[in-house]
């Protein structure tokens, strides 16, 4: 990874995979080409402070099309856990185990992939927020060792990121707090409660499971799917990487734990379940 100097204020390198910046091209289908003319099959584009209303710009002019939004984060690990095993748990304890490492920690990637009537969206936006210090604010360690390990710079995202007071107005006139959309997530408790606390300025979650789930319809709207309980509900269980490879899915770009890479993932990996859905309705027809 390339140095920069601290007189240089250009975003730096991402994180994931760096990309040739794609021009965006209205067509129907929508198409999305690269400066040499290619066709662009898939590609993460990291957004920082410097980049954050153009590419605020180029999301909204193609979610009309691709009203399907998938959202991942990345934070710092979990510092709170509790004595009762995880298959004791119920939802609400599991919601109070949510709500305590939320409500403590500090949000460093959100990763939106889009998809809609006619497939995936090949560009996925990655937004590195700021305000984490491994220095001063908790966190799981091995979990701070591993996002380094998959190349994610703490010093970056404190210098070119965004800030969290500029992401929640930025969310909402892209367009992405439109309640007519349709939200999924991997195992989404943990990605729906960051962006609830992001979009609220950083206020703690509501005491009660019920009380966060009408947060998340003020927020969201009703169209909210976990697609971990759709795998399970086909017969698939385990983390993405292992549902992926399940359904034959291989990542399109970048590396795990990188919010951008993995929301493109888990949107590959929605549409191969509706896929395989629709297959077993016609046989059954």
């Not at 909402?172 to 989404?188: E, N, V, Y």
């Not at 979650?205 to 003020?218: C, K, N, S, W």
């Not at 759709?230 to 291989?250: D, P």
Request: charged fraction near 20%; include cysteine; hydrophobic fraction near 45%.
């Amino acid at each position: 990874m390339a140095m920069y100097s601290q007189s240089v204020r250009a975003p730096p390198p991402p994180p994931c995979r760096f990309v040739p910046r794609p021009c965006y091209v209205m067509a129907r289908p929508l198409l999305v080409f690269m400066p040499n003319g290619a066709l662009l099959k898939a590609a993460v584009r990291d957004v920082w402070a410097s980049n954050f209303d153009e590419e605020l710009s180029n999301l909204s002019a193609v979610l009309p099309r691709y009203p399907c939004v998938c959202v991942d984060t990345e934070f710092p690990g979990a510092v709170h856990d509790s004595d009762m095993p995880r298959y004791m748990r119920g939802p609400r304890e599991s919601y109070e185990l949510v709500k305590r490492n939320v409500d403590d920690l500090k949000l460093l990637q959100v990763g939106i992939a889009l998809s809609g009537p006619t497939g995936r969206f090949p560009v996925a936006w990655q937004f590195n927020i700021r305000g984490f210090d491994p220095a001063l604010h908790p966190h799981a360690p091995a979990s701070i060792a591993m996002l380094r390990e998959q190349g994610m710079d703490f010093a970056m995202l404190n210098e070119f990121g965004i800030d969290p007071k500029d992401f929640a107005p930025g969310f909402r006139r892209s367009g992405l707090a439109c309640g007519r959309l349709t939200r999924t997530a991997f195992s989404g408790s943990y990605d729906f409660a960051y962006l609830a606390k992001a979009l609220t300025g950083g206020q703690p979650l509501p005491d009660t499971l019920d009380g966060f789930l009408a947060l998340v319809r003020r927020l969201f709207g009703h169209s909210v799917f976990d697609v971990k309980h759709l795998a399970r509900c086909c017969a698939m269980r385990g983390g993405l990487e292992q549902v992926a490879t399940a359904l034959g899915v291989k990542r399109a770009v970048g590396r795990a734990h990188c919010a951008g890479s993995d929301s493109l993932l888990t949107t590959d990996v929605l549409l191969s379940i509706m896929v395989q859905v629709k297959l077993i309705r016609a046989v059954r027809a």
